[in-house]
Every structure is written in structure tokens, then in C-alpha cells.
Nanobody, 126 residues
Framework: QVQLVESGPGLVKPSQTLSLTCTVP??????????WSWLRQPPGKGLEWIGA???????YYSSSFKTRTSIDKDTSRNQFTLELRSVTPEDTAVYYC??????????????????WGQGTQVTVSS
């Protein structure tokens, strides 16, 4: 089973940029019909969908994050990345990367994802 691996700093200061990388072992991020997503779970809340980058074509973003988020992919390294700019303490959460072939854009349906990372805690604090 493919286990995605998130990496990045666990502590980010307010107003700075949060940068995370998801490494995808064992399968290609350019495989047909795959969508590679970022999600997060703030303390005491449910999963939030941030955005997704497909195997080809335009990237999708949640309206809640669109103005300060960038998702990109590095096909040579089989990785995709998240940048979240101008962070505040409200961005403190466990961040997950996930992948699937038939995901619903804009909402979280956990069963639609075939691959998950273990999650990485990011704290925004000075």
C-alpha cells in the first residue's frame, strides 16, 4: 500500500509562509485521473479541504484558501507541494496530503482517497 510522506517545518511564525512537501512513493503523480490533494484538521475541528492538483490541467483551490495558497508538483521528484502565505495562529493544524482517482473537488470525502500521508503537525506561533 502506498503511504505518502509529508515533510516541512513544524513551527511557522505569524505572517510567514508555510511550505510543505508530499513525496509519493510507488506510483506516479502523473498517472491518469489522479488528483493530489492537501487537507488539514485544526484542533477540535473536522478535516478541511485546501486544494488539489490533477495529473494534468489546472489546480483547484478552496475559496477559503485561494488568495494565499499555491499547490504545485515536481514530476522529476514525484512530489507535490503546498505553500500557504500570511499564516496566522488559526492555521495551526495537522496537515495531510492525499491522492485518489475520483475525488470530489471542494469537499472532503475520505473514502474517495486511495492514498494518505500520516499527517504533519504545523503550529503557527511567535
Amino acid at each position: 500500500q502506498v503511504q505518502l510522506v509529508e515533510s516541512g517545518p513544524g513551527l511557522v511564525k505569524p505572517s510567514q509562509t508555510l511550505s510543505l512537501t508530499c513525496t509519493v512513493p510507488g506510483t506516479s503523480i502523473t498517472a491518469d485521473y489522479r488528483y493530489w490533494s492537501w487537507l488539514r484538521q485544526p484542533p477540535g475541528k473536522g478535516l478541511e479541504w485546501i486544494g488539489a492538483i490533477p495529473h494534468s490541467g489546472a489546480t483547484y483551490y478552496s475559496s477559503s484558501f485561494k488568495t494565499r495558497t499555491s499547490i504545485d508538483k515536481d514530476t522529476s521528484r514525484n512530489q507535490f507541494t503546498l505553500e500557504l502565505r500570511s499564516v496566522t495562529p488559526e492555521d495551526t493544524a495537522v496537515y495531510y496530503c492525499a491522492g485518489g482517482s475520483a475525488v470530489t473537488i471542494g469537499v472532503v470525502v475520505k473514502e474517495e482517497y486511495d492514498f494518505w500521508g500520516q499527517g504533519t503537525q504545523v503550529t503557527v506561533s511567535s
